[in-house]
């Protein structure tokens, strides 16, 4: 695709539901983050793939939080019980290497609200 | 991870030229200084990124001085769409190292 998308855009939920929010990277990327922002607030790093593997997964609130990356490809965020302070922006980026100095391509965004 | 102080917003008028300084006092040997700009309800976008002196590309100039514990984000001739949230970063070329975004700066572009 010609960018990085993210569904839903939006997600209205009740606090305790599970949410998953997937992130389909620009194709050819190896690497996948996820961050998180609160309103005005910078980002918050989440995690980050190197393919299919997570080296880092150290941003991740809380054991509710999870992330996994499938073919290399599309990642998915779930959130168990949610609660309303999980509410904001979750956003995703990929790059097409594995350096931090590698440009990431930032979707638009998923605004979670939680109930 | 060098820390990076910036201003929390900066205000200008179309037409003018705005710099904005990022301080990096701890900026290690192999470390890079990026900056991303973010409009409302958008992911952040690259602009420039730069290791000493000066880079320029058709969006912004990057000035890096000597000592590299400061940089200047310079926008020419700014518009009102150039409204937008500011981050400088500063990280190695290490895949081991995150990304880590502060507050940025919050440009406002007046008519």
């Known amino acids: 695709g010609a960018g990085v998308s993210q569904s839903p855009s939006n997600k209205v939920t009740e606090k305790g539901k599970d949410v998953e929010l997937r992130c389909d990277p620009i194709?050819?990327?190896?690497?996948l983050y996820w961050y998180r922002q609160s309103l005005g607030q910078g980002l918050e790093f989440l995690i980050y793939?190197?393919?299919?593997?997570?080296?880092?997964k150290s941003g991740l609130p809380s054991d509710r939080f999870s992330a996994e990356r499938t073919g290399g490809s599309v990642s998915t965020l779930t959130i168990q019980r949610t609660q309303q302070e999980d509410s904001a922006v979750y956003l995703c980026?990929?790059?097409?290497?594995?350096?931090?100095?590698?440009?990431?391509?930032f979707g638009p965004g998923t605004r979670l609200t939680v109930l | 991870l060098a820390k990076t102080t910036q201003p929390i917003s900066m205000d200008s008028y179309e037409g003018q030229e705005v710099n904005i300084t990022c301080s990096h006092n701890?900026?290690?040997?192999?470390?890079?200084i990026t900056w991303y700009q973010q409009f409302p309800s958008q992911g952040p976008r690259f602009i420039i990124q730069?290791?000493?002196t000066k880079v320029t590309n058709e969006v912004a100039s990057l000035f890096i001085p000597a000592d590299r514990k400061s940089s200047t984000l310079s926008l020419p001739r700014v518009s009102l769409s150039d409204t937008a949230v500011y981050y400088c970063?500063?990280?190695?070329?290490?895949?081991?190292?995150?990304?880590?975004f502060g507050s940025g700066t919050r440009l406002l572009v007046r008519p």
């Open positions: 980026a990929s790059s097409s290497g594995y350096q931090t100095t590698d440009t990431q391509y």
């Open positions: 194709s050819g990327h190896t690497a």
């Open positions: 793939f190197q393919g299919n593997s997570a080296p880092d």
């Open positions: 701890n900026i290690a040997t192999n470390d890079y």
């Open positions: 730069g290791y000493k």
């Open positions: 970063l500063v990280a190695p070329m290490d895949s081991s190292y995150k990304l880590i």
